[in-house]
């Protein structure tokens, strides 16, 4: 039998993630939204999924245009996170006011300061039931400058980037 709503809740709150801005350009109009289920999928092709719900503006907009831009947020980013997360009563282009947006190969919008930000053409549409995993295969990827990571954790932004013993990748 499924775990309870609240208490799977309650344990994911727990699951430390990196804050991303899932992004498309929709017959020239953007739109996007704060998202943590995102993940490296695979490589050969470089492919990312993102679980997006069905119910926002934003989902159709990426099934029509076929296109979406993954932005790893940075630790100054907050504020935009709560933007794209729809906190601060902004939808669909206003969003992407007071930031620098810039295109290259599938025109979907990529952030010019974040982290690294994704441009992907989508391959494939999982339904689920409030949800749809999307899943783009990566055409090429915009490096930001090098700063600490923003992470959501127990229901609130935070950041950390403290090495600790255990491996490490080249
Ligand atoms: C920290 C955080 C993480 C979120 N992660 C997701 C996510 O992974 N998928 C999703 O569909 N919504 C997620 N949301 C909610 C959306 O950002 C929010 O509902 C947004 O306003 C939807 O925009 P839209 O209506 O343009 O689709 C998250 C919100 C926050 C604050």
């Known amino acids: 039998m499924p775990a309870e709503d609240a208490i ?7 699951l430390a993630s990196g804050v991303t801005i899932v992004a498309t350009n929709c017959r020239g109009e953007y739109s996007g939204l704060t998202a943590t289920a995102v993940c490296s999928l695979a490589l050969s092709p470089a492919r ?13 907009r990426i099934v029509e245009s076929r296109i979406m831009s993954v932005n790893l ?14 906190r601060t009563g902004a939808v669909g282009e206003d969003r992407f006011a007071h930031a620098a947006w810039e295109e290259r190969v599938t025109g979907a919008p990529l952030l010019g300061n974040a982290l690294a930000a994704l441009d992907c053409r989508i391959t494939e549409i ?5 949800h749809a995993l999307l ?3 990566v055409e090429d990827i915009l490096f930001g400058p090098a700063r600490a990571p923003l992470l959501h954790f127990d229901g609130g932004f935070a950041t950390a980037l403290a090495p600790c013993s255990g491996g490490r990748d080249a």
Not at 73 to 83: V, Y
Not at 126 to 130: A, G, I
Request: net charge neutral; no cysteine.
């Open 8 to 14: 799977f809740r309650g344990a994911m709150r727990l």
């Open 48 to 60: 990312i999924l993102a679980s997006v719900n069905r119910a926002g503006r934003t989902y159709e």
């Open 73 to 86: 947020l940075a630790e100054d980013h907050a504020p935009l996170a709560d933007r794209f997360a729809g």
């Open 126 to 130: 999982v339904q689920l039931d409030t």
């Open 135 to 137: 899943i783009g295969v």
